[in-house]
């Protein structure tokens, strides 16, 4: 029933809309301005009323979310296009070194009476931990996940409950 026609509202600059960032505080229109902005994690968006999208200029390239009468669809970088070939190279640089080292640690290993022969073992997995690392660290930067704003969020909570 929330979900239906009759309950869903436009994009406008006289209601508060969740924030797409954090997740967690209200965005409401600035006084005597044409943007937005969020009262937890203090940032700024300007407004496509025609498109009902949101974008946060803050960063480069920008994120824009659309409005769809309920909530925030998913962001999207602008003038970006990550498809899947994306996701398969990303997959590959997992993979493959990983693999590589591992199936050499495999067909040559150490012999077993030597002191540091644990150490190709204990490379093929820090090998694939780094470029896991480096590969969610991207994702991470790409789409500007507000880590310390959940943080501050989840600490705001938890004190609200202790009182």
């Known amino acids: ?14 209601e508060d809309y969740p924030c797409p960032v954090c ?3 209200k965005v409401s229109q600035m006084p005597m301005m044409e943007s937005m902005y969020c009262d937890f994690c203090n940032e700024i968006f300007t407004i496509n009323l025609e498109l009902q999208q949101i974008k946060m200029p803050s960063r480069e390239p920008a994120l824009v979310w659309k409005w769809n009468g309920f909530k925030w669809t998913q962001s999207q970088l602008v003038g970006v296009d990550l ?4 996701g398969l190279a990303a997959m590959a640089f997992i993979i493959l070194p990983t693999t590589l080292i591992g199936v050499t640690a ?9 002191p540091l022969s644990w150490i ?3 490379w093929t997995g820090l090998t694939f931990i780094s470029h896991l690392a480096i590969i969610v660290w991207i994702f991470i930067e790409v789409y500007q996940i ?3 704003a959940y ?6 909570w938890r004190d609200e409950l202790i009182r």
């Open 1 to 14: 029933m929330e979900n239906s026609p009759i309950f869903s509202k436009s994009l406008n600059f006289q």
């Open 23 to 25: 997740r967690i505080g």
């Open 83 to 86: 498809g899947w070939g994306y």
């Open 106 to 114: 495999y067909y040559f290993p150490p012999q077993s009476h030597v």
């Open 120 to 122: 190709p073992s204990i």
């Open 146 to 148: 507000p880590f310390i």
């Open 151 to 156: 943080w501050r969020g989840i600490t705001r």
